[in-house]
């Protein structure tokens, strides 16, 4: 059988694979004629011939590597790229198309992906990226995810800049009508900063949202700038409220304040005069002014008192009528001026007393006949009063005296409400009684500045109605948004009443303001008109959508129901609820409850079908978690796997929320890995295991390389040394050999190469040796030859004698029965007769012969009939009976060598094949 497994190729122990079929000779495709198939277009007759040929040209041109021209056909130029096998020359071919419709061809229709892949990259347009994504799906994985990316973007950059159109439509309308809201504003910005891709018109708009936000900053400051003038305001009605007398040094900085106040106020934007602060600070300013009037008058009434009594204290005692233009002068309203005043009037009264006046009887009028406004209908005060009967009815002077001190404060503190209560109060106590002189002197000083305040109340109540009406009328001018417009018209009505409490203001002045409002209500009420259509049309459609949900809920099938349909829908429901249009405030609260009724419903079942997959999945995690302590880990991973398929929940079922999925995830992925982590444990301990076997191995290999160094050294030491070396490596090295073992083994590869290194150092040493003793043969042969032929030729033999017995002495011995054959012939060689030698010249011819033929060497033309009968010879020899012993060509050489005979050089030529050819198959063996 050992001819059939050499035909196989193959040894005993390896299984016989089918023989390899010879590769099949196809015939080359003839490469056509490129100029002939350029001329066969320009003469087709029909498109379908023109394309026909164009894909003719193409592969032509892909076969031949010719780079189609400029002015060829786009179809020539697809045939070219897509029959192309070189990638980078059709790389280049693709690089040089620019035709969008030519590059979607190429990119469904190439050979190579790349080719694909990159004449992808280099459509833009839409039209043919959707093309080439459709004709790639499910074919071309690379390019089709590369089309569908850049879809994708391109809708979601459409999206955007539609979406920042839109905003730059809101902005430029709330630019229009300021104040900018913030909480919208803001909102926008937010969306605005979302948005990507958004092209040129998000560049827009964010320049827009710049200015918006520059314009909000701007409106903030205003703002901030008239609350903070509002409350300087404040401060500056409360110092001239209650200035303290002499006020001189004051009084220029208060009408400085006063006047930058007023032009604060006097260049205030349009949208910010109906704001309630602008309004609070033109009823400031007006109190304001008022107290410096009040303060100027009060000025003016103190120096003309001054003069009077500076003339008087001037004069001659004997001035008269001083009394009466004392009496009738304007006192300043201050008390701590007017009680100068008294104490300088006291002291001339004391020193000249022909300036006092003449009693005379007067009629004393009822008390209940006087009233505070009658004893304050004049700015005069008599100084000191005429004297009044005293009411026989006892006063409680200490209440009274208490009422007095609150009247004071009220009119200190500016509180005319206050003042007022207290006056009556005082005037209830006294009734008809007369009061003592200090006490209504006291009364009658009061009583003129609750007058002079109560004129003062009555004129600033008249320019704030003056102001307000103004407001009013401004209403009239532009378009202000309505809401804005409805809360302007409601703060004047309410700032209006609040005036009336102070002073009624007359029916025409009212009349006239009321007319104005309701002119400039009109866009009001008929916005307010429009909204309640548009939110009874909303309430409608809402109620619609309530009653088509109840009805399509009441049907639902709950024991068969598909959750994830139920949540579409309920998404779907809540998203038509959103665009559903505003309905009023009670409607809307009305519709919600019963809208939230079916979601509550919805959500009801949704959360009984979670609460059924957690459970599920519950029980999952707990066998993921104990399958840890499984012993078995091909069984571990096995049902791991198992409830990894599991986990993902069934059709129609529930999903879960986003937390508590992603939380039994973790803890289902945690216990799966920590399964499949002791397989990798495992492996990485094997991996150790075999590192460690490698280098173990890796040390043999380096340790027996170390010990062929100097392998061309052939003395016997060196020799042993590596023959114990190699014996030593080939058992260390079985029994390091890995159980497993790859063809592809680098260290297995390179023992083989190191034994080899070192079997064929040994090989050729052997051979050296063989070659050698053939060698050591032919030289102790041709020393006996040297006696035979001196002993022929009659030549003295003693010195040649001593010297081939130092020569043979010389050479080592042969082994085996050469040394011996040798001998003999050396000691006969003195001896030798002609015949002797022509015979065993014969003889050698005959061996000669014999080894050509035993080791198939050619023979000379003249041996060649000799040949053949020795041929013959043998091969009768052996069908005998008793067939010779078959012969062995080292022993014949060994023979040969011994046998005396006549020096042939053909015949030595003829025995050097020999020796070579016994050589050769030597190593080959």
């Known amino acids: 059988m050992n001819w059939l497994r050499k035909l196989f190729g193959k040894s005993a122990a390896t299984p016989v694979a089918a023989p390899a079929k010879p590769p099949t000779q196809v015939a080359a495709k003839p490469t056509e004629d490129v100029t002939a198939l350029r001329q066969a277009m320009a003469n087709a007759a029909d498109a379908a011939a023109q394309a026909q040929l164009a894909d003719r040209l193409g592969g032509a041109l892909a076969i031949q590597a010719q780079v189609p021209r400029a002015e060829d056909a786009p179809e020539i130029w697809i045939a070219a790229v897509c029959q192309l096998t070189d990638k980078a020359l059709a790389l280049d071919w693709v690089a040089r198309i620019k035709d969008e419709a030519c590059l979607s061809e190429v990119a469904t229709k190439a050979r190579g992906a790349e080719i694909r892949y990159a004449a992808a990259q280099r459509i833009t347009t839409t039209a043919r990226l959707e093309h080439v994504a459709q004709a790639a799906r499910n074919k071309d994985k690379r390019v089709y995810q590369h089309c569908s990316e850049q879809l994708r973007q391109r809708r979601h950059a459409e999206a955007s800049s539609h979406r920042a159109q839109q905003i730059t439509d809101q902005l430029q309308g709330l630019l229009a009508a300021p104040p900018l809201p913030s909480t919208a504003l803001l909102e ?139 009496s009738a002068l304007a006192k300043p309203d201050h008390p701590a001026a007017l009680a100068a005043l008294h104490s300088r009037w006291t002291v001339l009264m004391q020193s000249r007393p022909q300036l006092a006046p003449v009693e005379a009887a007067q009629p004393v009028e009822p008390a209940e006949s006087v009233t505070a406004s009658e004893s304050t209908a004049d700015d005069t005060v008599k100084f000191p009063p ?21 009247l004071e404060q009220a009119i200190a503190g ?115 008109a429009e909204q309640a259509e548009r939110q009874a049309e909303a309430r409608a459609a809402r109620e619609a959508l309530c009653a088509n949900w109840e009805t399509e809920l009441a049907a639902v099938d709950w024991a068969q129901t598909h959750f994830k349909v139920l949540e579409a829908l309920r998404a779907e429901w809540i998203q038509q609820w959103r665009a559903a249009p505003q309905t009023g405030f009670r409607d809307e609260r009305v519709l919600r409850k019963r809208f939230d009724t079916l979601i509550g419903s919805i959500n009801q079942q949704l959360d009984a079908a979670r609460a059924n997959e957690f459970e599920r999945r519950e029980q999952l995690i707990a066998a993921a978690q104990a399958l840890a302590a499984q012993p078995d880990l091909r069984q571990a991973m096995a049902e791991a796997k198992s409830l990894q398929q599991r986990w993902n929940p069934p059709e129609g079922s529930a999903r879960l929320k986003r937390g508590d999925e992603q939380k039994q995830w973790t803890q289902f992925r945690a216990a799966c890995n920590a399964v499949f982590e002791r397989l990798d444990a495992q492996r990485a301990e094997q991996s150790a295991q075999r590192q460690a076997h490698a280098e173990s191995r890796q040390n043999l290999l380096d340790a027996f390389a170390l010990s062929l160094n100097g392998a061309d050294r052939a003395d016997s030491a060196h020799i042993g040394a590596i023959k114990q070396a190699l014996a030593q490596f080939r058992a260390d090295w079985d029994a390091a050999r890995p159980t497993s073992r790859d063809a592809a083994d680098t260290l297995e590869i390179r023992a083989r190469e190191l034994q080899q290194q070192a079997q064929q150092f040994l090989d050729s040493v052997r051979h050296e040796k063989y070659r050698a003793r053939f060698e050591l043969l032919a030289r102790k042969a041709a020393l006996a030859e040297r006696i035979e032929v001196a002993s022929l030729a009659g030549e003295p033999l003693d010195t040649l004698l ?76 052996r069908f005998d009976a ?31 094949a020999i020796v070579s050819k016994i050589v050769e198959q030597a190593a080959t063996a």
């Not at 003339?311 to 009466?324: M, R, S, V, W």
């Not at 001896?831 to 014999?850: C, F, H, M």
């Not at 060497?857 to 043998?874: D, F, G, H, K």
């Open 386 to 406: 005429p004297p009044r009967p005293r009411s026989p009815v006892r006063i409680d002077q200490e209440a009274v005296l208490a009422q007095l001190d609150v």
């Open 414 to 528: 500016g509180h005319l409400a206050a003042a007022d209560a207290a006056a009556k109060q005082i005037k209830s106590m006294l009734g008809s009684s007369k009061p003592q002189a200090a006490i209504e002197s006291r009364l009658h000083s009061l009583q003129a500045q609750l007058e002079t305040m109560r004129g003062w109340a009555r004129w600033g109540t008249q320019q704030a109605r003056e102001k307000l009406t103004a407001a009013a009328q401004e209403l009239l001018v532009g378009e202000p948004e309505v809401e804005q417009l409805a809360t302007a018209i409601s703060a004047l009505r309410e700032e209006w009443k609040r005036l009336n409490a102070h002073a009624a203001a007359s029916k025409a002045e009212w009349e006239s303001f009321d007319a104005t409002l309701e002119q400039a209500y009109q866009p009001v009420a008929a916005y307010r």
């Open 802 to 877: 001593t010297e081939v017995k130092q020569a043979w002495d010389a050479l080592p011995p042969l082994t085996g029965k050469s040394e011996n054959l040798l001998i003999n012939r050396l000691e006969a060689a003195s001896r030798i007769t002609p015949e002797t030698l022509d015979a065993g010249q014969q003889t050698r011819a005959a061996k000669l012969l014999d080894l050509e033929i035993a080791l198939g060497l050619p023979s000379p033309e003249n041996y060649a009939e000799v040949r053949r009968e020795r041929q013959l010879e043998r091969l009768q020899n």
């Open 882 to 912: 008793n067939p010779q012993s078959t012969l062995v060509p080292e022993e014949e050489v060994f023979r040969w060598y011994s046998i005396s005979a006549r020096p042939d050089k053909a015949l030595a030529q003829r025995m050097d």
């Open 188 to 326: 926008l910005k937010k969306e605005l900063a979302s948005l990507a891709d958004a092209g040129e018109t998000g560049a827009t708009c964010e320049g827009l949202m710049q200015q918006a936000l520059d314009q909000l900053r701007r409106e903030s400051e205003a703002l901030r700038d008239l609350q903070a003038a509002a409350k300087a305001a404040e401060t500056l009605a409360a110092a001239t409220e209650h200035a303290t007398w002499p006020w001189d040094e004051h009084f220029a900085d208060w009408r400085h304040r006063y006047d930058a106040l007023r032009q604060t106020h006097a260049n205030l934007p349009a949208w910010l005069v109906v704001h309630t602060a602008a309004r609070g600070l033109s009823v400031t300013l007006g109190v304001i002014e008022s107290s410096l009037n009040r303060l100027v008058a009060d000025d003016e009434r103190g120096r003309n008192c001054d003069r009077f009594l500076a003339d008087l204290e001037a004069c001659t005692p004997t001035e008269a009528g001083a009394y009466e233009s004392w």
